[in-house]
């Protein structure tokens, strides 16, 4: 059944147009780098505020406008994402290093989730005072995506 749905998938006119097109692919692309800067470009300065770095910036503003550009970075890198593997589907479903940066994006995102909906996030937004766990939860973070972003780089390396 997922062999059938990728074929459809390549088959898909949306993916043929970008197949076709010498503008598609490249600003597709260069969109999901921007994506993944929009994305990882925020997660990496609010984890580190998490951590204790920057303690004079007030972590409550600070952490929401970070949170909500990176989740508008997560959204579009996705849908870009989304559009880029319909070009080869079978070639990326196949490709450990894709198969490792899927992973590691739910990862992230699962403990972002919870990260922004715990009580450590709360406190941390009031007093500025980040819980063990939430700490724990930004270092995983910060390894997670990092890491994500690594093996989407390798994907055109297997």
């Given at each position: 059944m997922l062999v059938e749905w990728l074929h459809a998938l390549h088959s898909?006119?949306?993916a043929a147009l970008i197949r076709r097109s010498i503008y598609a692919y490249p600003l597709l692309n260069a969109t999901h780098i921007f994506a993944l800067t929009l994305l990882i470009?925020?997660?990496l300065p609010a984890d580190l505020r998490i951590l204790g770095l920057f303690p004079s910036l007030p972590a409550g503003s600070f952490l929401r406008v970070m949170t909500a550009i990176s989740a508008g970075g997560l959204v579009l890198?996705?849908?870009t994402g989304f559009l880029l593997f319909s070009v080869q589907p079978l070639e990326y479903a196949a490709n450990a290093a894709f198969l490792t940066k899927l992973s590691l994006v739910a990862l992230g995102t699962i403990n972002a989730i919870t990260i922004r909906f715990s009580a450590g996030w709360r406190k941390v937004s009031t007093d500025g005072i980040a819980s063990p766990g939430l700490r724990a939860g930004a270092l995983l973070s910060?390894?997670?995506w990092i890491a994500a972003l690594l093996a989407g780089r390798w994907i055109a390396f297997l």
């Open positions: 898909w006119e949306v470009g925020t997660i890198a996705v849908a910060l390894t997670t």
